[in-house]
């Protein structure tokens, strides 16, 4: 190994601010840092005072350092995320939990807008409200906004297709503006309503709702005002079923942080408006960095990546809270203000976090016993000269062999690798053949880790018996892919959890392991995920299938043109039923594109 002259090097070290990367064997970078000095900062690794051992075991594994001046501190602190959250260093803060929180999303430039649940980027035209600590937190608040206020929830090219209100409508969640059963007026009022409950305004619109719902009865309108008087009795619901502080109408996020040993866990109580929507649990990777410096470098790493709240509460201060504050604020082009002492609801709040983060350590520390516990068991089980470090497990979804979706769910130590996860629509196949989909799916997969997408597994399970264990058998060999332990799992003879039966290539009769056994287990436990994906995936390639009008397959038939079409006809079987003249006298339609709907409706079937 080549050995790095830190003496040499720091003599030509630049003091301007700027970002330094630690270079490992190979080229592996093992660590991204920033510094206001450049040189004083690298200089207190390689000169003065002993590190800790977890620097000191990084250090000796460095053999060069790359540095990047930068202009100022904020570019240098920007260009350390970016490169952090690119590469993922060894030796780096990083999240496990690197997915998008829930939002509440509202299209405020259509007509009639529409409210639904999101995920993902934030630069569509709208308004986005959260983000939400979980899934159901926001599905559950949709819902009840949905009742109050009958937002239409459709996508935009089902809305622009209807000629009758649909289901949403009968079961009283949408006010049909698709069919024109509300003003815009009065849409445009109730969305404005819903925003103000969603910013955290409810009391004040329960005393605006309250002169309506006078008004309203006055002009005789009572239907109206009963209207009027649930929405009220609603909106007090929701205020009775979370925190609500009148005193405090802002954005927080209360994050505090728990360690033990090598183990950390961070909370984050999500404040919005007022309202305590709940929390989330993180646990990053410590790298080289102590309690103080990890809850540093998690905030920059948390927040330059999602939206940032006016304020974000932390137990202490922490080095760099001022340039971390004007970087949000700049990126938000609003201010946002990191504080440490506070009193009060925001003490409150942040001692809630606090008991949070201890719990979900205790928690994770006891699953990843367990955990540890499963995969040894599953090792001594299966007779594996190691514990597996990484399991993936194939399973195959349809129904009557429409729409095949095949699932890959991936497990490492710390359990799901949700980022590794892997979907694969099965095409050209006869319906129902399962073996082929397998053979595909499995094809597909390892020829992509071969070329270096991802490592491979220890381990390879597949939901199925000794069918399905062969084609994988097959695809392996195929691909020339060797030292990977294949596994088939079938379920017993009534198909009950606990019976599962295992298959190994050339090793017969079946394993049966103990219905308590800690590795079958964890076999159910992964099965079922794959399962889960699967079946999850089929769900909604088969409902894009059976909403997508087959009008839409018709080229040069805009929205326009189709609602006009269903406006005149009652529907897509009226449209069925017409012929080519019919068609064509409806405004829009000339007499070519009628002859093109009419191809396309009786050669599909």
């Known amino acids: 190994m080549t050995t790095f002259d830190a003496k040499r090097f720091l003599a030509n070290v630049s003091r301007r601010p700027g970002v330094y990367r630690m270079i490992g064997a190979n080229g592996e970078l093992l660590y991204v840092g920033k510094a206001s000095n450049l040189k004083n900062r690298l200089s207190s690794y390689f000169v003065g005072k002993a590190q800790s051992a977890k620097t000191m075991a990084m250090i000796a594994q460095v053999v060069n350092v790359e540095v990047t001046a930068t202009a100022s501190e904020t570019e240098a602190l920007l260009l350390e995320y970016n490169l952090i959250k ?6 780096n803060v990083t999240l496990r939990d690197d997915k998008s929180f829930p939002y509440l999303y509202i299209t405020t430039q259509h007509d009639y807008p529409r409210i639904s649940f999101h995920r993902g980027s934030r630069k569509l035209p709208g308004r986005f409200f959260g983000p939400y600590p979980n899934a159901r937190a926001t599905r559950e608040t949709l819902l009840l906004l949905q009742k109050l206020f009958l937002l239409r929830p459709c996508s935009d090219s089902f809305f622009a297709n209807r000629s009758r209100p649909c289901l949403q409508y009968q079961i009283k969640r949408c006010s049909a503006p698709c069919v024109e059963f509300i003003s815009k007026p009065a849409y445009a009022q109730d969305v404005a309503d819903a925003i103000k409950v969603l910013e955290g305004r409810g009391t004040d619109l329960i005393d605006e709702l309250a002169k309506r719902m006078e008004q309203a009865a006055a002009a005789l309108d009572f239907e109206r005002a009963a209207r009027i008087r649930d929405q009220i009795n609603g909106i007090k619901a929701i205020h009775a079923t979370q925190s609500v502080t009148r005193s405090v109408r802002a954005d927080i996020d209360a994050v505090a942080l728990a360690s033990q040993g090598n183990d950390h866990c961070v909370s984050i109580v999500f404040v919005r408006g007022g309202r305590n929507l709940g929390s989330s649990n993180f646990f990053p990777r410590g790298g080289i960095a102590e309690a103080g410096e990890l809850l540093a470098e998690f905030l920059a790493q948390y927040y330059l990546g999602c939206e940032a709240p006016a304020e974000i509460l ?19 082009q609003r201010t946002v203000r990191i504080r440490a002492s506070v009193r009060g609801v925001r003490a409150r709040w942040l001692e809630m976090a606090r008991t949070n983060a201890g719990i979900g350590l205790k928690l994770r520390r006891a699953t990843e016993a367990t955990a540890v516990q499963q995969s040894q068991a599953l090792a001594e089980a299966l007779m594996l000269p190691e514990i597996p470090a990484r399991i993936e497990c194939f399973d195959v979804s349809h129904t009557l062999g429409e729409r095949t979706v095949a699932s890959c769910v991936v497990f490492g130590p710390e359990g799901p690798i949700k980022s590794d ?32 997408e991802a490592p491979m597994p220890d381990l390879l399970l597949i939901d199925g018996g000794p069918g399905q264990l062969a084609e994988a058998v097959k695809v392996m060999a195929a691909l020339d ?60 390639r088969r409902a894009k299938a059976r909403t997508r009008s087959v009008l839409e397959n018709v080229p040069g038939l805009g929205p326009h043109k189709r609602r006009e079409l269903l406006r005149q006809f009652g529907g897509l079987q009226g449209i069925s039923r017409a012929g080519i003249d019919d068609l064509a006298r409806v405004r829009g339609i000339g007499r070519r594109l009628a002859q093109s709907i009419y191809d396309t409706l009786h050669s599909s079937g």
């Open 481 to 540: 892919i060797q030292g990977v332990t294949m596994v088939g799992v079938s379920k017993g003879a009534d198909r009950r959890a606990g019976q599962e039966r295992l298959f190994r290539p050339g090793h017969e009769p079946a394993m049966i392991l103990p219905p308590d056994s800690p590795a079958l287990h964890l076999i159910q436990r992964v099965r079922d995920e794959a399962h889960r994906f699967a079946i999850t995936g089929h769900r909604q």
């Open 314 to 332: 932390v137990e202490q201060r922490i080095e760099g809270a001022g340039l971390l504050a004007a970087a949000l604020s700049e990126r938000m």
């Open 86 to 91: 690119q590469h993922r260093p060894r030796y």
């Open 421 to 452: 996860y892997r979907r694969f629509n099965i095409e050209g196949l006869t319906p129902g053949d399962d073996y082929s989909a397998m053979r595909q799916a499995l094809g597909r997969r390892y020829a992509r880790l071969k070329k270096g």
